[in-house]
């Protein structure tokens, strides 16, 4: 189904294209009966599209077999599409495609309810999952909008979680792997006094982590590279890089320099050198601000969420045959394909 043929539409929109809608079927102001071959059965008011009277929103637009389209489920279809797709139907030709579209959509959803696809168990699990998400948008509809986050609320946010604004110090870490110490303190020596190239040419020449070759994406001088490392007592954010080499690199002075001795983790010796360095500060409330609203937005569609669970699990009761759980097997897992492909 095409992304314009979103099911169950708002009613916000439509004010601003129901003139042209019935400008473009031919549809008066009076809505003689004729123009749309008689009217559907009475459309409720609370199902009326905006801008379209229940008399107008039932004239028929077209029949498919025993159904049929009508202006206002026509009007519901062009709003629930976003302002730059809605252009694209500005023409009488371009809106008598979309309905030829529309018309299409109820051609196969005829044919599938015949073929009693309607009943099997995974159209009614889609429909569930429809049904679970349009009630799960409609509970986020009340939230506001990031923007609308009172600046009192943006500024308490702040001063509640300052520690997760307070950025720790971070060093970028090149390292070049030996397994045999003899050769790690022989390299160890050259890298003190390497430049960034000489140093990418001794981790291509000796480093179990040497990257095949170089080339325009993989210069030799970022040879070794292993990323960026929080302080020591900060949260590490990069577990490839073993917590010996991480504090031996805060313990170098300055960009460009190698740690003095050889770091030992994991039965390898590692030759550590700082790359690039950033000292701890703390985000303002400015830099922060858009990151907050976000936060609360997120927050408050959490608690609605939850709020309309439990409301619900109120209203259903639930029982749950934990014995009968147990007794459900799962089918064993495939094998992985053969590296040789099947035979």
Not at 45 to 55: D, F, K, N, Y
Not at 153 to 179: C, G, M, N, Q, T
Not at 225 to 236: H, L, S, T, Y
Not at 308 to 317: D, G, N, S, V
């Amino acid at each position: 189904m095409s992304a314009r043929f979103r099911p169950f539409p708002t009613a916000s929109g439509v004010v601003a294209v129901a003139g042209l809608l019935l400008a473009g079927f031919g549809v008066p102001s009076g809505c003689d009966e004729a123009a749309l071959g008689g009217a559907a059965p009475a459309t409720s008011a609370s199902a009326v599209p905006g801008g379209l009277t229940p008399e107008l929103a039932s004239r028929v637009l077209a029949r498919v077999g025993d159904r049929t389209i009508t202006l206002g489920e026509f009007a519901a279809t062009v709003d629930r599409m976003d302002d730059f797709e809605r252009l694209r139907y500005q023409s009488p030709d371009r809106r008598k495609e979309l309905l030829s579209d529309m018309i299409k959509v109820e051609l196969l959803a005829e044919e599938a309810r015949r073929r009693g696809l309607d009943r099997e168990p995974e159209t009614i699990e889609r429909i569930r999952q429809l049904l679970r998400d349009e009630l799960l948008r409609q509970a986020r509809a009340a939230v506001p909008a990031a923007t609308d986050i009172p600046e009192s609320e943006v500024r308490a946010y702040y001063e509640k979680h300052k520690d997760a604004f307070r950025e720790p110090a971070r060093r970028r870490v090149s390292v070049i792997v030996l397994a045999d110490d003899a050769a790690a303190k022989a390299v160890l020596e050259q890298a003190k006094t390497a430049t960034a190239m000489q140093w990418g040419k001794l981790v291509e020449r000796h480093s179990l982590n040497a990257p095949p070759k170089a080339g325009p994406t993989n210069p030799v001088e970022l040879f070794g590279d292993v990323g960026i490392v929080n302080a020591p007592g900060a949260k590490d954010t990069n577990p490839a890089v073993p917590t010996e080499v991480r504090q031996a690199v805060f313990e170098i002075e300055k960009v460009g320099g190698v740690y003095p001795s050889l770091v030992k983790s994991g039965g390898k010796a590692y030759v550590v050198r700082m790359t690039s360095q950033s000292d701890a500060r703390e985000r303002s409330l400015a830099e922060a601000e858009r990151t907050i609203r976000v936060a609360i937005v997120q927050e408050r569609i959490s608690d609605a969420e939850a709020r309309l669970e439990a409301e619900l699990r109120r209203r259903f009761p639930i029982k749950i045959d934990d014995a009968a759980l147990q007794r459900i097997t799962l089918p064993a897992p495939r094998p992985p394909p053969s590296a040789d492909g099947p035979h």
